[in-house]
C-alpha cells in the first residue's frame, strides 16, 4: 500500500469461563472466537470492556472517543497483529461501564486516573495505547504522566491534546458548572426517552453522520440498556457538559515533551480537524504534529471521516500493524518484567 507522507512505512461476546484476580473478571477465549468480556471493580461501580488476543501477547490499552464505547474497536482488532492483547474498555459514563456518582464531573485528568486503576488491576508495567479522538486525548496526558509506562501511542483522528485559549478558560469552566447545577435541578422531572431499537439506531444515526449503519450497530451493542417498553441509552448524560478542566497550548506542549513512547498519529482527511474543532484549536494542530515529528513520531493522513477506524478499518489497520511491528514487537524488552502477560 503506498504511503505519500515523508517517513515511508511498510505494508502493513459470549462467555465460556471465569476467572478472577483481583478486581478483574473476563473469560477466556481463543483469539480466533469473539472477544471476551471484562470487568473490574471501581469504587462507585465497574468498568467494563473486551479481550482481544492471546494470554501473552503484548499489551495494547485501547482507549474509545466521547459519546462512544469499546465496540468502536469490533472491526478493527481483529485486523491487527495476533501477538498483541488488545484491552477495550468502556470509559466511566460510557457503554456498559457504571456512571460517575452523582455531582462529579467528566474531566480528562479523571478518565487518566481510570486508566491508571485498569493497569494496575491487569498488573501491567508497561504497554501500548491506541486512542480514538478524546480516547487520544486520554493516551496522550496519560503518556506524558506515566512515560516509563507506555512504549507507544497510536492516535486515532487525534492530536492527543486539546488546548484551549486561555482566555477561554474561565468562561468554559462556569458554563461547565453551570451546565452541572442546572442538570442536577432538573434530573428528577427530566423522563429518560425510550426508544424502539430501530428508533435508536436513526437517532445515532442522526446524531452522528459520520458512522456507518453497521458502525451503529457495533456502538448500540453496548451503548443501550433493555428498559421496560423498549430501551434506552446507557450513557450518563453529563458527559455532554463542558469539561471544566482546561490546558492552554503552551501547557499542551510541555505536556507532549514529556511524552517518551514512540508515536503513530493517524489523521482522517474528512475528520476531527476539518469537522469537529473549534477555530481557535485549529490553529494549534500544526505546533502539536510537528512536535511530535520532531520527536521521530510518525503523522499520516487517510481518506475517510472521523470514525474511519470503524467505518472502514482496512484503511488504518495496515499503519497500526506496521507501526506496533516495527517499534514494539520487534524490539526486544530490556528487563524481563518489560514482557507482560495479561493478567486477566
Known amino acids: 500500500m503506498p504511503i505519500d ?57 485501547c482507549l474509545h472517543g466521547w459519546a462512544d464505547n469499546c465496540g468502536t474497536f469490533n472491526t478493527l ?15 466511566p459514563g460510557h457503554g456498559l461501564s457504571s ?55 497510536i492516535l486515532l483522528d487525534s492530536f492527543g491534546f486539546l488546548p484551549t485559549h486561555v482566555k477561554e478558560v474561565p468562561q468554559v469552566m462556569r458554563q461547565g458548572m453551570e451546565g452541572m447545577l442546572q442538570f442536577e435541578k432538573k434530573k428528577e422531572e427530566r423522563k429518560e426517552r425510550v426508544y424502539t431499537y430501530e428508533k435508536a439506531v436513526e437517532r445515532l444515526l442522526a446524531a452522528n453522520p459520520t458512522l ?27 458527559i455532554n457538559l463542558k469539561n471544566i478542566v482546561r490546558i492552554s497550548m503552551e501547557q499542551s506542549l510541555e505536556f507532549q515533551s514529556r511524552i517518551q513512547a514512540h508515536v503513530l498519529v493517524v489523521l482522517a482527511e474528512e475528520g476531527f480537524e476539518k469537522i469537529f474543532a473549534e477555530p481557535d484549536q485549529k490553529k494549534f494542530t500544526s505546533a502539536l504534529l510537528q512536535g511530535y515529528r520532531n520527536r521521530n513520531g510518525i503523522v499520516v493522513k487517510v481518506p475517510g471521516d472521523h470514525h474511519v477506524h470503524l467505518n472502514r478499518p482496512e484503511r488504518v489497520a495496515p499503519f497500526i500493524s506496521d507501526f506496533l511491528q516495527t517499534r514494539v514487537l520487534s524490539q526486544s524488552p530490556s528487563t524481563a518484567e518489560d514482557t507482560q502477560t495479561a493478567k486477566l
Open 5 to 61: 507522507c515523508t517517513i515511508r512505512c511498510a505494508n502493513f461476546q459470549r462467555y465460556t469461563m471465569m476467572q478472577t484476580l483481583k478486581s478483574v473478571r473476563h473469560l477466556v477465549t481463543p483469539a480466533t472466537v469473539k472477544p471476551a468480556e471484562f470487568a473490574m471493580s471501581v469504587p462507585w461501580g465497574e468498568m467494563k470492556g473486551k479481550v482481544w488476543g492471546p494470554d501473552h501477547g503484548r499489551p495494547v490499552l
Open 77 to 91: 482488532i481483529p485486523l491487527l497483529s495476533k501477538e498483541c492483547k488488545y484491552v477495550a474498555v468502556d470509559l
Open 99 to 153: 456512571h460517575r456518582p452523582p455531582g462529579v464531573f467528566y474531566t480528562f485528568p479523571a478518565y487518566v486516573a481510570d486508566v491508571r486503576r485498569v493497569i494496575d488491576a491487569l498488573q501491567w508495567t508497561r504497554f501500548s495505547i491506541i486512542g480514538h479522538s478524546m480516547g487520544g486525548n486520554i493516551a496522550g496526558l496519560f503518556s506524558a504522566l506515566y512515560p516509563e509506562m507506555v512504549d507507544a501511542v
Open 212 to 238: 456507518s449503519e453497521l458502525s451503529v450497530h457495533n456502538l448500540l451493542e453496548r451503548g443501550l440498556a433493555q428498559v421496560e417498553g423498549g430501551v434506552v441509552f446507557s450513557r450518563d448524560f453529563r
